[in-house]
């Protein structure tokens, strides 16, 4: 019951992250094109190589804060569904091009992004 309630504050305040950068992005770029959730996804992705490298070579931490970080933080911060209606949308608008452009992009450069960032850390780190 512990691990549960970890993870569910963290998704709280990822989820609460997630949508003020929704916002943020809605009032500064409009919503033609979802750059929130593209950099949400993206960022997400970056920030989840860092914290398992940097878990990775911290023998002592806490299987809690492993769990709260990457389920409940991370997993509440990024957003499938929300990436999935985005693209859904963009297609019902006929914007068939920008509906794949996001679904590619979001795709290739959270993995991208993931792999780099692992790889750095361990060279680096």
Known sequence: MR???IVFVGSGIGGALRHLVGLVSLR?????FPPGTLAINVFGS???GVVIVVL???SGTSHELRVFLTTGLIGGFTTW??????AYSLCERGEQAAAIGYVL???VLSFAVLAVVLVAARCFG
């Open 46 to 48: 970056a920030l989840m």
């Open 105 to 107: 992009s979001s795709l």
């Open 81 to 86: 569904s929300t990436f999935s209606l985005d």
């Open 28 to 32: 500064l770029l409009g919503p033609s």
């Open 56 to 58: 990775s070579m911290r």
């Open 3 to 5: 691990l549960f309630f």
